[in-house]
C-alpha cells in the first residue's frame, strides 16, 4: 500500500532563501532591490522570525530564479510529498538525531533475505545500531555519498562489526575504512545492481547511488542522493554552487521519473515531485 513519508523537511523557506541567495552571490540588500521586499522582512525569513506572504515568496522566487509554486508551497507549510509506492526490493530508512533535524542512511536488501547494502553509515555506530532493523544480520557492502561526520563517522566501525570487505566512498575523499569508486562504476550485489554517479557541488568529493533490481528490469529504481538534493531544497553549494546544480539536474535527468528519491536528511520523495515542486529546479 503507498505510504507517505511524513518526517518533517530538512529545509524551511528561510534555508531555501539563504542557500539560493550563496547560489546567486548576492546578499539581502542586493536582493531586496531585485525583488523589492523589504531588507528587513527577508532578514527575518532567514532567521525564522516572520512569514512572508505569498506576493513577496513569488517576487523573491523571480529574483532569485526559483520555482515560484514549489517555493510558495514551501513558504505556507504546506510542501507536497508524494505517496512512496512499492520497490522490487526492501529500503529500510535509518534516521538519526542530527543538531534540530535528522541524517538518514539506508539498508537495502533483496526481499526474504537477511544481508543486506548500507547507504552511508550515520555519526556513529550507536546511533545505527539504534535503528538497526531486526531481521537483517550482515552487510554485503557500504556505499558512502560524502565523508562528512553526520553521514561517515561510523564507517570503521561499521565495517569491523559487521566484517565488510567491500566500503566504497567518493573518489577524492579520505576515510581510513573505505576504497574510493567513480562515475559510473556498477557493483552487482546479488539481484542488486549500484551504479555510482560523482555528484561534487556540496563538498569536492561526493557521490550519488542508484539502485535497481536485476531481477525486476522494468521495476521502480531507487537514487541514493546524500546531500545532492532533499524534499523541498538542495544541499548547501559550500564546494561549487555551478557543479552542484549541473549535477542535480544531470543525475534527475538519467533516471525514470518515477524513481523513488532517498536524501541525505529530511522526508523520502520521488524525481517527479521534485522535478514538478522542488524550488531549485525551476
Known amino acids: 500500500m503507498p505510504i507517505l513519508d511524513q518526517i518533517p523537511l530538512e529545509d524551511e523557506l ?3 532563501l539563504e542557500k539560493a541567495m550563496s547560489c546567486a552571490g548576492i546578499g539581502t540588500e542586493e536582493l531586496a532591490i531585485r ?3 523589504p531588507a528587513a522582512r527577508i532578514r527575518d525569513a532567514v532567521d ?3 512569514e512572508l506572504g505569498s506576493a513577496e515568496i513569488s517576487r523573491l522566487a523571480a529574483a532569485l530564479g526559483l520555482n515560484e509554486v514549489g517555493l510558495c508551497a514551501l513558504g505556507s507549510g504546506h510542501y507536497p510529498l508524494p505517496e512512496i ?3 522490487p526490493f526492501c529500503v529500510r530508512p535509518l534516521r538519526m538525531a542530527h543538531g534540530i533535524g535528522t541524517v538518514n542512511a539506508y539498508l537495502v536488501s533483496e526481499r526474504g533475505t537477511g ?3 548500507l547507504f552511508d553509515a550515520g555519526p556513529g555506530l550507536d546511533e545505527l545500531m539504534a535503528n538497526w532493523p531486526g531481521g537483517i544480520a550482515g552487510i554485503e557492502a557500504v556505499f558512502l555519498t560524502h565523508v562528512e561526520p553526520e553521514h561517515a563517522g561510523g564507517l570503521c566501525a561499521v565495517v569491523e562489526q559487521f ?3 567491500a566500503a566504497y566512498i567518493p573518489a577524492g575523499g579520505h576515510a581510513r575504512c573505505g576504497r574510493p569508486i567513480d562515475e559510473g562504476a556498477v557493483v552487482r550485489l546479488g539481484a542488486l545492481e549500484v551504479t ?3 555528484t561534487p557541488g556540496h563538498s569536492p568529493a561526493h557521490n550519488s547511488y542508484v539502485v535497481r533490481s536485476l531481477a525486476a528490469a522494468s521495476g521502480r529504481q531507487l537514487l541514493v542522493g546524500g546531500d545532492l538534493i532533499f524534499a523541498g531544497s538542495a544541499g548547501g553549494p559550500y564546494h561549487c554552487e555551478r557543479q552542484l546544480r549541473m549535477h542535480l539536474r544531470r543525475v534527475l535527468a538519467a533516471v525514470p521519473s518515477d524513481t523513488i528519491l532517498a536524501p541525505g536528511h ?3 520523495t520521488t524525481v517527479e515531485n521534485e522535478l514538478r515542486f522542488n524550488p531549485f529546479l525551476a
Do not use: E, K, N, Q
Open 14 to 16: 528561510g534555508d531555501v
Open 35 to 37: 525583488s523589492g521586499v
Open 48 to 50: 525564522y522570525r516572520s
Open 85 to 87: 509506492g512499492a520497490l
Open 115 to 117: 544481508r543486506g547494502i
Open 163 to 165: 566484517g565488510v570487505v
Open 196 to 198: 555510482t554517479f560523482s
Open 266 to 268: 529530511g522526508p523520502l
